[in-house]
Structures are given as C-alpha cells and as structure tokens.
C-alpha cells in the first residue's frame, strides 16, 4: 500500500509540518487509500527532509513532486479542467506558501515568546519525543535560519514578511468556495496544510491573529478539515 511517511501530528491536524498536511490533504482529497508512518528521524527520507511517500517501491521526495507523480500514477483528476492561467496561479501560490513556511517555523523553533510553549505541545503530546531530541532539532533549525536568512531578522521584522504573505493569500482566496470554484483542487490541499498549521496552532502567534480577522480564510480551513477526517 502507499505509504506517507511525515512529521507526527500536533493540536489535532494530521502534521504539524505544513508540507506534510499538504500531502496527507491531498490524498484524502483524492480518496487514495494510504498508509500514514509519523516519524522525527529524516536520516531515511530523500534529501534529508520530509514529507516523502513510498509507492510500490518507489520512493519520491518533495511536495509538489509527490503530487505529480500521484497524478500521472494514480490517473486522479483532481485538478482536471484547469486553465493554464489558473496552473501558473496555483504555482504562484505554492511559491508563497513556501515563503510562509520560513516563518511560520521560525515562530515555533526561534522566537523566544513561542517556543517553550510549541516545545512543552510536543513533548505533552508525543511521549516518545525527548527534550534532548528537541533541542537537537531547534539548534539544527538555528543553523538553517541563519544560512536561509530569516535567522538574521529580529522577531517583529520576521513576521512582517509573514504578515505579506497571508494579506496576499487572504486576497487571493476567493470569499466563498475554493481557489477556483466550488471542487477543490490540489491547491486548495496545499493552502489546508499550511492555514490548518496557524488556526489549529493553539499559540497566539502574530500569524494567527491575523488569520482570525480573514473569515473566509477559517472557512476555507474548516471546510478542507472536515473533508479529510476519518
């Protein structure tokens, strides 16, 4: 059976990775039956990094690769019928949401406010997590930070960039409905992974306060996350 392989969940979404809901979202979107591993060690995974599938053997990393490969493998038709005015859209949303990530990361591991709270989260859901893994991971995260860029930023200019980010996806989002149009797309999947990561975020972070003003956005989240529950 296809296997997802992705970060352990975290206040009830399915990863508190956005990457990783992204593809668990897509699949349960696409009613492709699957097999979800959660693990912490990425030693195993392509490039070091999840979320990655394991289909009849084949092992393929990236989100936006894996969605690709489930597409042309597995015949799904999911986005079927877009324009490819409304294809380079869904890139340039993906191209966001990538930017998003640095901060919606840098809110959980770097920003002194939050990141006794995220860590105290993990390690009071997840009893086979250790305080020592943790600090491994916040320290390997410091270095990824800095060499990226955002690590160089002090806190409020941080979530400025992060703030942009979300005015630009809240005015995107259409106030009713999905990305384009009442079916929703693999975007719409993409966008769930990283929104349900803010609004299910019991953390008051910038970010999430900023979601909270956008009701079409929380809808959109409520919708996508009721859609992919067992």
């Not at 959980?108 to 390690?123: E, M, Q, S, T, Y």
């Not at 086979?128 to 990226?148: D, G, K, V």
């Not at 630009?168 to 990283?194: E, N, W």
Request: charged residues 20%; proline residues 6%.
């Amino acid at each position: 059976m296809l296997t997802l392989y992705s970060y352990p969940g975290l206040f009830g979404v399915a990863d508190n990775n956005p990457f990783g809901l992204k593809i668990f979202a897509f699949l349960k979107l696409c009613r492709l039956p699957f097999r979800h591993e959660h693990v912490m060690d990425t030693r195993k995974a392509p490039r070091g990094q999840l979320p990655f599938i394991v289909d009849d053997g084949e092992t393929i990393g990236d989100s936006d690769a894996i969605i690709a490969h489930l597409t042309t493998r597995h015949g799904l038709d999911i986005d079927h019928g877009l324009t490819q005015q409304q294809r380079d859209m869904g890139l340039l949303v993906n191209r966001t949401l990538d930017n998003l990530y640095w901060v919606m990361s840098y809110s959980r591991w770097k920003d002194p406010a939050f990141w006794p709270l995220f860590r105290d989260a993990l390690l009071r859901t997840h009893a086979e997590i250790t305080p020592e893994a943790l600090e491994a991971a916040q320290q390997y995260n410091f270095q990824r930070y800095h060499y990226q860029g955002i690590g160089r930023y002090d806190p409020p200019a941080v979530y400025e960039k992060g703030l942009a980010d979300l005015q630009v996806l809240a005015r995107l989002l259409p106030q009713t409905g999905f990305f384009f149009g009442p079916k929703a797309r693999s975007i719409d999947a993409a966008l769930y992974g990283f929104i349900a990561n803010v609004y299910f975020y019991d953390i008051d972070t910038p970010l999430k306060r900023f979601l909270l003003t956008q009701p079409h956005l929380v809808k959109h989240c409520q919708s996508i996350h009721a859609a992919v529950q067992d």
